[in-house]
């Protein structure tokens, strides 16, 4: 009897685990699919623009011109959940203060072609940098700007690179340690397929850096910004809002300090 026992719980395990395994990219990206409306986000100037990814994908995204030529132009890479439209507001900041942006939409995010994977996305974020190449926008205009899993792709693109500045919101050291977190009972490292390694690639950022980050983050433990924050060698700070929690930094002024970061490293912010 206890061996029957021991057997039913193992085979519900295996049940659990084999669920986790195939449904784990339907947990980890949550995309609006749902095509965002540039008029709604009260910027004027937005242009609406087609991007070809690395793998023949036709991807949207807006752009807004910079208030002078040479100015600053954002690459946005937004988090997990929603499209560029929940994003308007960090548009109109970068509006309101000269600088041009790039919200570049994934796959299958806001009414785009494919199905959200580590490969594919930084596909799209290297479709985003070429982008603004092809503009003539040059690496000593150009922000990167990483919102929570758009922070990895935003350190993966500077690896190497010299950029005006390097921002990553609400950052994570890898994907595979924060379901280890959430899933302690499973082994992660075996069965994860999307894993957005941070940590092993942030060192060899040489831009200058700001960490971002809510005191009470409640998906992304604080630590992991302050790992992270200790392996760059390049100029850094880190930017905490002690009240905020993972979603919320807007509202405790996360553009404003990323404006000032910038300002006080390139002269001409």
Not at 47 to 59: A, Q, Y
Not at 111 to 118: L, Y
Not at 195 to 207: G, K, N, W
Not at 253 to 268: D, N, S
Request: aromatic share 10%; net charge neutral.
């Amino acid at each position: 009897m206890v061996l029957g026992f021991l057997g039913f719980g193992l085979l519900l395990y295996a049940v659990l685990v084999g669920a986790l395994y195939f449904a784990q990219r339907r947990l980890l990206y949550l995309p609006d699919t749902s095509a965002p409306d540039p008029w709604r986000a009260g910027v004027p100037g937005i242009e609406v623009v087609r991007l070809l990814t690395g793998d023949g994908l036709s991807l949207l995204a807006w752009f807004l011109p910079p208030a002078e030529p040479g100015g600053f132009v954002v690459l946005y890479l937004h988090g997990n959940g929603g499209h560029i439209g929940h994003r308007a507001e960090r548009l109109r900041k970068f509006s309101a203060v000269g600088w041009g942006a790039l919200l570049l939409e994934y796959r299958g995010y806001g009414g785009n072609p494919g199905a959200p994977s580590e490969v594919g996305l930084v596909l799209d974020a290297q479709a985003g940098l070429a982008a603004l190449q092809d503009r003539g926008v040059g690496p000593e205009q150009t922000l990167l700007w990483g919102e929570s899993l758009g922070s990895n792709l935003a350190a993966r693109l500077a690896v190497g690179r010299d950029f005006a500045a390097v921002l990553l919101e609400s950052p994570f050291t890898s994907v595979a340690s924060l379901a280890s977190r959430q899933y302690p009972f499973v082994p992660v490292d075996f069965l994860l397929k999307d894993r957005f390694d941070t940590l092993s690639c942030i060192s060899a950022v040489r831009s200058p850096v700001l960490f971002l980050q809510g005191g009470r983050d409640r998906l992304v433990p604080p630590a992991m910004g302050r790992t992270l924050f200790a392996a760059v060698t390049a100029p850094k700070e880190l930017w905490v809002a002690p009240e905020a929690d993972h979603n919320d930094l807007g509202m405790f002024g996360v553009v404003e300090a990323g404006v000032a970061f910038v300002r006080r490293h390139v002269p001409r912010g």
